[in-house]
Each structure stands twice: as C-alpha cells, then as structure tokens.
C-alpha cells in the first residue's frame, strides 16, 4: 500500500494543469507524495469547502493551491483549515497573471495565503518540502544537497563565461 499524501495540490481548472504539475515535480524531486485535485473555489464551491475541511484530518499537512483570474481558491481553502496554504497565481490571457496575483495576495489579517510568483509553482513545491522539512532531517539534508547543487551550477557557469568569454 502507498503512503497516504501529505501535500495537496488543488487547482481551479484542468487548463491551469500545466503550471501546476511543476509544483508536483518539486514535490517528486524530494519524494513527497503528494495528490493532485481540480476543484473551483466558484464553480464548486461544496467541493472546494468539502476538501479544506477535510484536509487535515486526511493527513495532509501544506495545500498548496493554483488558480488565475479571480483567483478565491486559495483564500478559500485557507479560512476552512489552520494548514499552511501556498497560492500559485496563474497567468491569464488578458492581464498576464497581475490579477490573480492580487486576488491571492491581499489577503485580510488573520487569514493568511503564503504566495508565490506567478506561475511560480516549482518553489511552492519546494516551500512545502521545507515546512514538511521541519519535522524531519533527512528532507533538510535533501534541501541543502539541492542548494549546493544550484550553487554548483552557477560556478560552472561562470568558469564557463571565463574560459569562452562572451558569444553573441
Ligand atoms: C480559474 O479560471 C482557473 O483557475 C483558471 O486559471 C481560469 C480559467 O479556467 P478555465 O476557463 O480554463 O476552466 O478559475
């Protein structure tokens, strides 16, 4: 039997799917299991309130929670539950995401959305390892081997830059 998801990724329509797998490949880098749920905090609001209310006494511990526009999923889900909500605003066609990063944004005092840039999915996948991280080591030792590895990379480039100089 697999083990039960600790991170819920929900996401106002299967169009913001693209975006949002990422945060599921974070997730997948440090072996989190994870569950993916399409749920409208307009179009369905019973659903999206079912799931909040839900969430931690299915075992979940971060929702991590992606939608454009008129973005309310992720506000939403954070007045039904205390876990920690990470909002992903997804670009839109018309005002390139501005909007949905608004609307998740500004939340009122005691109701807060931890948000993430637009479309920036990856680090709320990797936001949630780190508050799942708190609990346990080996995931913090993942994180800094992952740190050092971005570090590594930049290195290499720049020894790169300095053994070719610059190519136009
Ligand atoms: C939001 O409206 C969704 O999160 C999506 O980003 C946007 C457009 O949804 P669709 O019209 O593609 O279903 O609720």
Redesign the pocket.
Same mark, same amino acid.
């Given at each position: 039997m697999s083990a039960p998801p600790e991170v819920g990724i929900v996401?106002? $329509? #299967?169009? #913001?799917l693209p975006?949002m797998a990422e945060a599921g490949a974070a997730l997948e880098r440090f072996g989190i299991v994870y569950e993916a749920v399409i749920a409208? &905090? =307009?179009?369905h609001t019973e659903k999206v309130m079912r799931y909040a209310r839900g969430a931690s006494g299915a075992g979940l511990k971060v929702i991590i929670a992606? &939608?454009?526009? &008129? &973005? =309310?999923?992720a506000g939403v889900i954070a007045a039904l539950t205390v876990l920690p909500v990470i909002g992903v605003p997804?670009a839109?066609e018309h005002l390139g995401g501005i909007d $949905?990063l608004l609307s998740i944004v500004q939340m009122p005092r005691g109701v807060p959305v931890g948000t993430v840039a637009v479309n920036g999915a990856y680090n709320a996948g990797l936001l949630a390892v780190q508050i799942l991280a708190l609990e346990e080591r080996v995931l913090q030792d993942k994180l800094l081997r992952f740190r050092q590895e971005m570090a590594a990379q930049v290195e290499e480039k720049d020894n790169r830059l300095r053994r070719e100089g610059f190519k136009f």
């Amino acid at each position: 039997m697999s083990a039960p998801p600790e991170v819920g990724i929900v996401m106002g $329509s #299967d169009s #913001d799917l693209p975006v949002m797998a990422e945060a599921g490949a974070a997730l997948e880098r440090f072996g989190i299991v994870y569950e993916a749920v399409i749920a409208s &905090a =307009h179009r369905h609001t019973e659903k999206v309130m079912r799931y909040a209310r839900g969430a931690s006494g299915a075992g979940l511990k971060v929702i991590i929670a992606g &939608a454009g526009g &008129a &973005a =309310h999923l992720a506000g939403v889900i954070a007045a039904l539950t205390v876990l920690p909500v990470i909002g992903v605003p997804v670009a839109t066609e018309h005002l390139g995401g501005i909007d $949905s990063l608004l609307s998740i944004v500004q939340m009122p005092r005691g109701v807060p959305v931890g948000t993430v840039a637009v479309n920036g999915a990856y680090n709320a996948g990797l936001l949630a390892v780190q508050i799942l991280a708190l609990e346990e080591r080996v995931l913090q030792d993942k994180l800094l081997r992952f740190r050092q590895e971005m570090a590594a990379q930049v290195e290499e480039k720049d020894n790169r830059l300095r053994r070719e100089g610059f190519k136009f």
